[in-house]
């Protein structure tokens, strides 16, 4: 749950940080450059055993750190530039629904009638909360783009997660992979910035908070939730980020919410409970 809520609260941090100038990609940079010493750091001194790990593991790390990691917040970032908070946040959490359609088609997977009205619920849930059964959309197609491809490599890195990296402890699993997206994306992007100085007082602070209440301790206790509770309950309380992104949205940057997107909010994260639930219901058959 304050996993949830932590992640629910990013977007506003990441608004304040853009707000000063900065891209996505230089203020990912620096948010790994304060948070990977930082996790390796905590390592050191409560398990040093957490730094050992196979050839085999550190490839996959390398894998979903590269892959996963980086593309997803990448997006996730840039869709704050066309979109509000809440809505980035709702299109973000469609990531179930593609992993049910992976798991159809690649795994095969049991399709029923329920999971496919459920798949039918979150498009139209998604549809009511951009506005786009009206004469007018007012959100970004851009935007909306940038959101569901970040929610496609969020689903990728839970699905690879699940399938590759079991075993390793979780903020092994954050401080690795975090590393080598820090690598990517310094050879994409050296931070000359960072040498030059120009870095402000309050990009400094709103960074920081990122590093550390909006990556290492929700990402931290995501993977320490699933290995005790499981995906199904955290996804299903992974939902409170929904709200939480709405709530300060609405009054701390005076977004404006209709009604509509209530309730295609409320489509949406029943679609997602349904999925999950029977997803988990048949693997225990």
Known sequence: MFSAVLFGSAGLFVKLASGLGIDAISLLTLQYIIAVPLMFVIMYIFNKKSFKVTKKQLLRLAILGIVGNTFMTVFYYTAYNYLPIQMVAILLYTYPIMVFIYSAVFKKGSISYIKVFAVFLAFFGCLLTLDILSSRPKYSLIGVIFALICAMFYAFMNIYS????????????????????????????????????????????????????????????????????????????????????????????????????????????????????????????
């Open 162 to 285: 699940e399938e590759k990296l079991q075993g390793i402890g979780p903020l092994t699993i954050n401080a690795y992979s975090t590393l080598f997206s820090l690598i990517s994306l310094m050879i994409y992007k050296f931070p000359l910035f960072v040498f030059r100085g120009d870095i402000t007082k309050s990009l400094l602070i709103y960074t920081i908070i990122l590093a550390i209440f909006c990556e290492i301790i929700p990402l931290t206790l995501l993977y320490a939730a699933i290995k005790y509770i499981g995906s199904l309950k955290v996804s299903i309380i992974g939902n409170l980020e929904i709200p939480t992104a709405m709530i300060i949205s609405f009054f701390i940057l005076h977004e404006h919410i209709t009604l509509m997107q209530i309730v295609g909010t409320v489509l949406v994260i029943c679609a997602v409970y349904m999925i999950r639930t029977k997803r988990t219901s048949t693997e225990k058959l």
